[in-house]
């Protein structure tokens, strides 16, 4: 019996060091993984809405000169030319990877023409555009700078009148290129600044074309979808 205590004292010892082992990678899989903690600055997956108001130009120089080149036109005191006018855009994107933005912008603008000897000609225009754009998020602020630039596709319906005429109406594919910037100021809210360079026609009574897209300089609210992303598309890029 003597031997005992010293067998038990062995045997703790032993127990002891088997339990703070590492365990052993037998290679069987329990069907239980870790998950991934995704960061929260991932933009894979988001999606965003922003409103958006500014002005639209286009100079339609060479629309000024058909209408002074004109014989009965001719001598008459030329009149200032284009000014532009206000635009209202609502734009929808979403996020499949980090790096690409699609979206689809419905807008409507309105402009004013000002002619010596002729009613002042009026045009509004309306239409969709899809755009694709490259983006990047940048640690700036709290929350983050996201700028972004693409390419813009979509058709572009124009109706003309002068006061107290008829509309004259037409429809053009439109081309583009944008770039803007998202500041967010918050986890959702943020200001969306925007510019773009469009091509776009309309027709006038009497006179022809004229530019209807040129330069668009935007700004409003971006309200970010709170999303947690399952990322499909991670594995392709």
Known sequence: MPRSPLLLLLATLAATAAAAAPPVDDGYDDGYEETEEMPQDELEGSSRFSLMTGWRYAPNGRFYDMYYARPKHQGLERSRGATGGPLLMGCFAFSPINLIEVGIDLFTTYERMEFTGQPGLNAVGVGAIIDVRFQHKFEFGRYGLVPSAGILLGPTFVASFFDGGYAVESGSQSFGV???????????????????LVTGRGEAEDIGSFDA???WFSVGINYQFPTKPARPLRRMF
């Open 213 to 215: 897209g040129g330069s």
């Open 178 to 196: 944008t770039a803007g910037a998202t500041l967010r100021l918050s986890d959702v809210w943020g200001l969306r600044f925007d510019y773009r």
